[in-house]
């Protein structure tokens, strides 16, 4: 999608090489863990005080085995550090 969808380019182009930067992280502490890459995300979600339940949207079954993993997992507060480090806040767009 991300190939062909242009309006998702315009919304998105600007902020890609940060927000690959997050992505790469969530990489590499799921791979230190040896767990994928969801599972950390819904991880850290889990920890936020401001979540009160993350919309996970499974539409297939391992989404939903993903959600429910992620419970276990325990994230440090180096893990966490290293998760918010690189990540830069962004201004909202494609709303007038």
């Known amino acids: 999608r991300a190939g062909t969808d242009a309006f998702g380019r315009t919304l998105y182009a600007k902020t890609q090489a940060a927000d690959r930067s997050v992505v790469e992280r969530v990489g590499q502490i799921a791979e230190a863990k040896g767990a994928p890459m969801a599972q950390v995300a819904l991880a850290w979600l889990l920890q936020q005080p401001a979540v009160t339940a ?43």
């Open 54 to 96: 993350p919309i996970i949207g499974a539409s297939k079954p391992h989404h939903l085995e993903d959600a429910v993993a992620a419970l276990s997992i325990n994230l440090s507060a180096e893990d966490i550090e290293q998760l918010e480090a690189p990540y830069q806040p962004h201004p909202v767009l494609g709303f007038s």
